[in-house]
């Protein structure tokens, strides 16, 4: 066998191969992209079969030269229509390459035989022109694809190119006579290039394919590993559906997920919006029930009865796959395209390995939200056991005391019943009472403020009033405090709470400073806001407990529990009373130098002003403090 020979030999069998592959997939699929692709295999395949009849029987006969030159003709015609399989081509194109490839077929059996060379040329420059045309549009295609689709698309060109190449060459041995043995083993070696593409890029093997997915997959994987993280399961869901849509090369692609409780598919739309199915509606539904990828190239014909909703979303081609981890379904994974990727099978494979990543990222997910939830439980358990022993430890030391002072009255009261009653130690045991009942109070109230129920009835108040007496009380008992008050300041709040607010912030000024060192407590309405200040020139805060100031428990690092009794919870209650109506509180220190607490509440409008009844303002620098009356003093207030 000569070289010549082996070489159309290996050719012929490369486009045998192709064409048998294309045609099994043809009869499986019936779209036309997979019909006109087998259609054109099958025309190479009789083109090779009726010129080796040729050359066996020495013999051309008229038909089997008319033949050959009508299919070498029908060959470029039947590329332009898989063109147009994978991108609509003009209609006037279409038209006119059909028509061209007509007359071509018709003169081919109505001219006398044998046919002249130069119809024989034109014969197959029609061809090489049309698959110039091919290889350049499936070039341009390639640019818009992605992964392997992409590459199949590119090798779909260089076969197409390669093909008309090497039918130029025969043409150029029609005219040539004396190169056409050279040009033919040019001819040939084209040919079996041009099949190898086809081959790559009709038939690829699967090795070829995993290695062409790999880089997309992996730019997936990498990031998948990072989605569990993002903020919201809307957020993971759209970066799955964009890495799917990515990595497939496909303009849109959708996650839906099973909400086990309603019974319910959800897919999030883009525009933030839910769109909720019944879990067998759809093609999505399909998938989902059915456990299995799935693959249409017509979503209006499998399900005509939702072909409107397919139209919105530009779906003509679905490929769905289910994301389910052990067996469990969570949800499905389709990918849209506006028209039938010739490819599909691949895509099918692809389609199904993202949605199985994203079953992994969707687990992960529900680890780390069931982790976040038991950390929380935990926490919580970790605050009550805190609460707990804190509150035991507090109300320790008094109980302790009040108990002494008892067992010690009654072991007297036995020993000798005629004695006088022990009036200081009565005075002890009413005081240490009065001191856990403060305790109780304050822990019943911090656990209000956990639940955010702090306040009770709200009424129009006077901001100014209350500063006014609260101040005006402590000065009563001696404390050096002054107020300056710009009012009236009037607000909706709920008055004990609002004096309880007060109050602590004023004992807090006056505990931690010095007996004779002045606190200065300013209130001012500024537009629709209450503000008050209380400010001190005591121990101070470190800057490294400002932050934590008002958790619960917080007590400042330069605090002296023997020195200075306290809870940490006062001002915990503070900023949950602030709060609850509607405004904040802050606080500003310098250590060794003093403290400003800075309430801001919401105030009510300058109008509700005339609906109350004029009240004098209140000017307490004006109004002597031995005024206020010595009912005041002794309420409480004291460091
Ligand atoms: P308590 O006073 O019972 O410790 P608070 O919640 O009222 O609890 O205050 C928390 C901590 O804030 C105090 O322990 C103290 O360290 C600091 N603090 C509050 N007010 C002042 C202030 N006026 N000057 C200095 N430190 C203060």
Known sequence: ???????????????????????????????????????????????????????????????????????????????????????????????????????????????????????????????????????IAFA???????????????????????????????????????????????????ALAGGTAYFIGFSTPVALRRAWQEPELRRFLSRAASLPRLPSSAAIVAELERGAAESTGAPSATVGLFDRHRNKLQYHERSGATFETEPDALIGGKVFTEGRPFFTADARRTDPANAQLYDQRNATAVIGAPIASDGRPLGVLLVYARRAPIFAEDDLSLVQLLADQAAVVLESRTLIEEAATVQAREEATRLKDDFLSAAAHDLRTPLTTLLLHAELLQRHARQDPGAPLELDRVASIVGEAHRLQELVTSFLDASRA?????????????????????????????????????????????PDRLRQLIDNLVENALKYSSAESEVLVRAWRDSELAHITVADRGIGIPAADLPHLFDRFHRGSNVDDRRFQGLGLGLYICRAIAQEHGGEISAESELGQGSTFHVVLPALPVAALDLEEARPTLDIEAAPIEAIGPEAAGSGVGA
């Open 1 to 135: 066998m000569s070289a010549d020979d082996f070489l159309s030999l290996v050719t012929q069998a490369v486009f045998l191969i192709v064409f048998a592959d294309v045609a099994v997939k043809a009869i499986g699929g019936r779209d036309r992209a997979r019909l006109d692709i087998a259609l054109f295999f099958g025309v190479i395949v009789a083109i090779i079969g009726l010129s080796d009849f040729g050359r066996l029987t020495g013999t051309q006969t008229p038909v089997v030269e008319s033949s050959l030159l009508g299919l070498v003709s029908l060959l470029g015609y039947v590329l332009v229509r898989i063109v147009d399989d994978f991108a609509p081509q003009r209609s006037w194109l279409m038209g006119a390459t059909a028509a061209g490839t007509l007359v071509l077929i018709v003169a081919a059996f109505a001219l006398p035989h044998p046919a002249p060379s130069w119809f024989a040329a034109l014969s197959v420059a029609w061809f090489a022109a049309l698959g110039g045309y091919a290889s």
């Open 450 to 494: 956990e639940r955010g129920q702090m306040l009770g009835r709200r009424e129009t108040v006077n901001l100014a009033e209350l500063v006014a007496e609260t101040c005006a009380r402590v000065a009563g008992n001696g404390r050096n405090c002054r107020s300056e008050v710009s009012g009236p300041i009037l607000g909706s709040y709920d």
């Open 140 to 190: 341009r295609l390639a640019t818009r694809t992605r992964g392997v689709t992409q590459r199949r698309m590119q090798a779909v060109a260089a076969g197409s190119g390669l093909v008309a190449l090497a039918f130029m060459l025969a043409i150029v041995g029609v005219f040539a006579p004396a190169y056409a043995s050279d040009l033919m083993i040019g001819t040939r070696l084209l």
